[in-house]
């Protein structure tokens, strides 16, 4: 038997790298998520047209001692004009408060993801219009 000097062995090296299946449950992770981003993009695109109306219509008021039915008609020009369909703009409530006016959007969207699983988000935009 022939042994060779150790100053001459080669180490093991270590296999490194992923296997097909590691591969594939990977992608379906990130596919899972990447899935729930679509379906949930244009439910925060909506919020951001309402956040944008509500924001819109401080601006327009705010300290111009403004009445309930002027605030509602800009709601509704708003809505009809960035095209928001996920609530009404009478859902847009108008309360007087001390000193001015609050318009609040509060609302909940409901998103299918997969099968009988959905995802339910609530938004909840509010401003106080100064008299």
Known sequence: MHLKPLEKMRPMRRQAGMTTLGV???VAFIGVFAFAAIRLT???LNY???ASVVSGVYEEYDGTNPTRAAIRR????????DSVAIIKSKDVAVKTVDGGFEVAAVYSHKAPFIGNISFVVD???RVVVRK
């Open 123 to 125: 938004f909840d935009r």
């Open 74 to 81: 800009s709601i509704s020009r708003r809505f009809d004009i």
């Open 24 to 26: 594939a449950i990977l």
């Open 42 to 44: 244009p439910v925060y």
């Open 48 to 50: 951001m047209k309402v």
